[in-house]
Antibody, heavy 119, light 108 residues
């Protein structure tokens, strides 16, 4: 189970920290991502952290967002700085499934947390 | 970046009829394609991965096909609970994943 928190209303240029509380699996051994969805829009992959700790980011957030994890708390954190109006979206925490043959999609998904950036 | 284009944007199908949704990649992605279902007010749900493998608990009426740049999600006999938005996702350029814009499936 994945439970996101930390969303809210923030002014452009501000910062927010999203947290994903993970149960039933260990973040230490898992590929975990954030995916966002603006209202009425499609899905956009934001960032991933590998089991080994490497991180990758979408170009739209690179240099502004930082993904980390806390193995002791079994949580995932997304630090979002220099927020822009276009970052307004529901942010989902997801596990990236890998099986014997490779990638098997994002499952499960959290319920999402809404980030609203005002101008 | 691999751009994923879904068509149609919206589809209206009668209960019991077949629904066919398309997804096109801007470059070849092999069979590195996933489909998700998103019902109103809910998070997306994994449907199919590796183009055609159903996720746990997904009914057999959902099937996927294709390779390279052209992919299809087929619902063989539409049920009312299948009303949702369906998204395709490529992971050929992993970890830089991209999604299609979605197809809204409605009951006629």
């Amino acid at each position: 189970q994945l439970v996101e928190s930390g969303g809210g209303l923030i002014q452009s240029g501000g910062s927010l920290r999203l947290t994903c509380e993970v149960s039933g699996l260990s973040v230490r051994n898992t590929y975990m991502s954030w995916v966002r969805q603006a209202a009425g829009e499609g899905l956009e992959w934001v960032a991933v952290i590998f089991g080994g700790g490497s991180t990758y980011y979408a170009n739209s957030v690179k240099g502004r967002f930082t993904l980390s994890r806390d193995n002791s708390r079994n949580t995932l954190d997304l630090q979002m700085n220099s927020l822009r109006v276009e970052d307004t979206a529901v942010y989902y925490c997801v596990r990236e499934v890998h099986d014997y043959a490779g990638i098997a999609g994002f499952d499960p998904w959290g319920q999402g947390t809404l980030v609203t950036v005002s101008s | 970046e691999t751009v994923m284009t879904q068509s149609p944007a919206a589809l209206s199908v009668s209960p019991g009829d077949r629904a066919t949704l398309s997804c096109r990649a801007s470059q070849s992605i092999g069979t590195n394609l996933v489909w998700y279902q998103q019902k109103p007010g809910q998070a997306p749900r994994l449907l199919l991965y590796r183009t055609s493998t159903r996720a746990t608990g997904v009914p057999a009426r959902f099937s996927g096909s294709g390779s390279g740049t052209e992919f299809t999600l087929t619902i063989s006999s539409l049920q009312s609970e299948d009303i949702a938005v369906y998204f395709c996702q490529q992971y050929d350029n992993w970890p830089f994943i991209t999604f299609g814009q979605g197809t809204r499936l409605e009951i006629k």
